[in-house]
């Protein structure tokens, strides 16, 4: 239940949490859940002392970057960029490394280090033509920090690519890249308010409303 609602229901899916860990604590992936619930709430706290007990249980470092982001959001993001240096960056996955960059990233900008951020963000896997899971967060990162700095030109580059790679919509990049362009976007339902009393449709709605 709590993989089911983490996303569409976090704060149900923390309460059901909450439930596993009074019947099962001893249990790694009761813990992990338990991490996750918190986490996807803010409660940062929380979510750091199940990830580190998870952690004791299994001996995986598979945690290690979502740790260094609750250390971000308790403020510390010193400790996250001490994190992001550790020897157990080395032992994650290709997905894990890419993921401590961006919480690297991530840090770096928490202190104001604009520039760091952005040549934190550059690497082999932001250069590769080749779209892989983490592909479109690590571009979207890249623009949105490009953009933080004032590089309007380059961000809108690199959200175009983060679009072409979002195959299943995971960031907001296409609304990023339309406000950089200028485009505003009507609702189709307000267009329904110039209808004629009888139902008539306004001339001005048929063709989308572009006078």
């Not at 099962?24 to 338990?34: I, K, N, P, Q």
């Not at 760091?116 to 082999?124: D, E, G, M």
């Not at 779209?131 to 920090?145: E, K, S």
């Not at 004032?150 to 979002?166: L, T």
């Amino acid at each position: 239940m709590v993989a089911r609602l983490l996303d569409e229901d976090p704060e149900a899916a923390y309460g059901y949490s909450k439930v596993a860990l009074r019947l099962a604590s001893r249990v790694a992936a009761v813990r992990e859940a338990g991490g996750f619930a918190a986490y996807a709430n803010q409660k940062y706290g929380e979510a750091l002392a199940e990830f580190r007990a998870a952690r004791r249980m299994t001996g995986t470092v598979d945690l290690w970057p979502v740790m260094a982001d609750c250390e971000r959001g308790l403020g510390r993001p010193e400790k996250a960029l001490d994190m992001a240096g550790a020897p157990e960056v080395q032992k994650l996955d290709k997905a894990g490394q890419v993921e401590m960059r961006l919480v690297a990233a991530g840090a770096r900008r928490d202190m104001g280090q604009l520039d760091a951020a952005i040549v934190t963000l550059q690497s082999p896997e932001l250069a590769s033509n080749s779209v892989q899971p983490w592909t479109a967060r690590l571009r979207y990162a890249y623009a949105d920090a490009l953009l933080a700095a004032g590089r309007e030109r380059e961000a809108r580059e690199w959200f175009a690519k983060a679009v072409e790679s979002d195959r299943d919509g995971s960031t907001d990049a296409s609304d990023r890249l339309a406000e950089l362009d200028g485009v505003e976007f009507t609702d189709a339902l307000d267009e329904s308010e110039g209808d004629g009393e009888n139902g008539e449709v306004n001339p001005s709605a048929e063709d989308g409303g572009r006078d």
